[in-house]
């Protein structure tokens, strides 16, 4: 019995690790339509971004690595573990998730671009 339970508590370590990861709001500057941010993603984590945006706008996200690491980004409902993504939009909020593609037991340098534009 205590096994199972050890097996059980190991396989939801990591769902409950990414439930708890807060994300930030993607804001640009009054009158601009794209940004950029420059971070640092610890070990074994990743970091979490919104991006809220209008139905029938082009969106375009890309992360640079600043480091040796490759970096990459998922975006729920859109794709996974690219470098860029474009893509139109649906009214709503987008949930950008940036880490490195392989593990890495150091922290992990990156910029990160958003641009979202109407047609």
């Known amino acids: 019995m205590p096994l199972r339970l050890a097996a059980l508590v190991l396989a939801l370590l990591p769902a409950t690790a990414s439930a708890q990861v807060p994300c930030q709001d993607i804001r640009f500057a009054a009158g601009a339509s794209s940004g950029t941010i420059t971070g640092q993603v610890l070990a074994g984590t990743y970091l979490c971004f919104t991006l809220e945006v209008g139905e029938g706008q082009q969106a375009e996200v ?8 490759v970096m990459i980004v998922s975006i729920l409902g859109v794709g996974d573990a690219r470098e860029s993504f474009a893509w139109a939009t649906r009214a709503g909020t987008y949930e950008i998730r940036v880490m490195p593609l392989f593990r ?10 958003t641009a979202v534009t109407s047609d």
Do not use: N
């Not at 890495?104 to 671009?113: E, M, V, W």
């Open 104 to 113: 890495s037991h150091a922290t992990s340098d990156f910029r990160l671009h």
């Open 62 to 69: 890309s992360v640079e690595s600043l480091g040796p690491e």
